[in-house]
């Protein structure tokens, strides 16, 4: 069976690996740099990647853009190491910048643009933080109108992801960035513990907005009973499920 790069349907495209960082103990950023003509996609959505294995069947991995969208070609992936998942292991065991992978458009209905709401809320726990930055980026970079509060739990405090840029994004005025570290917290002095009732209502978040949430199952699921009791209405409620 052809499992080579010409096999793949049409939508996927070749992307070059330009810079891999190491930005976490567990998280690694990956810079793509594809076709400008061909790859779009809105803040928030995520692509399917394939990693060719010459005869054998390629990797294959879906992973959220964190960059805010660009008109050049260029993304940036941020991938939690699982060595349970051949195309996020590959990646960070055996990829070189230079190399080659495909990659499909931004994919899903979980994205934000200018004119959906003057009022968002970004509500992530560990890696599911990644759609969000890019939402947070696209708010910081295009739309100064818009109001956009990221509400981002972790487990350690070196879990953070681009702890520099969160503080310099929240020193604009229209985006606020809440921290929470749930478990060896000796060190934090901000707050702890998982994104709650209490939490949420201390921040006097705007009701009107939309709110984005994303992590685990449990914590997408927790979130919706969350805000489902707090009042929001479905509506207002952007999700995506991995299951």
């Known amino acids: 069976m052809e499992h080579g790069p010409d096999s793949l349907p ?8 330009e810079r891999i960082e190491q930005v976490t103990p567990l998280i690694r950023t990956f ?6 003509q061909r790859f779009v996609s809105r803040a928030g959505q995520w692509l399917d990647l394939v990693i060719p294995q010459g005869e054998a069947k390629p990797f294959v991995g879906g992973y959220s853009v964190v960059s805010a969208p660009r008109d050049d070609g ?4 941020a991938i939690k190491y699982a060595d349970h998942h051949a195309a996020t292991h590959h990646l960070h065991t055996a990829a ?3 190399d080659t992978v495909y990659i ?11 004119g959906m709401a003057d009022n968002v809320v970004l509500l992530g726990a560990g890696i599911g933080v990644t759609p969000l930055f890019s939402i947070l980026r696209y708010v910081h970079e295009s739309a100064p109108d818009v109001n956009a509060h990221l ?11 681009f702890p520099e840029e969160l503080e310099r994004l929240a020193q604009a005025d229209n985006i606020d960035v809440t921290l929470t570290v749930t478990r060896e917290a000796e060190d934090w002095l901000g707050h702890t513990g998982r994104i709650s009732h209490s939490l949420l209502e201390s921040l006097k978040l705007p009701r009107d907005a939309l709110f984005y949430f994303c992590g685990s199952r449990e914590f997408i699921e927790d979130m919706a009973t969350l805000l489902g009791e707090w009042g929001i209405p479905e509506a207002q409620l952007k999700y995506e499920k991995w299951w």
């Not at 260029?74 to 992936?77: A, Q, S, V």
């Open 31 to 36: 810079t793509l740099a594809a076709d400008p």
């Open 104 to 114: 499909t458009p931004g994919q899903g209905g979980f994205f934000f643009e200018r």
């Open 96 to 98: 070189r910048e230079g």
């Open 151 to 161: 509400v981002y739990s972790v487990a350690r405090q070196d879990e953070v992801l």
């Open 10 to 17: 049409d939508h996927f495209m070749p992307a070059r690996i």
């Open 74 to 77: 260029r993304l940036e992936l």
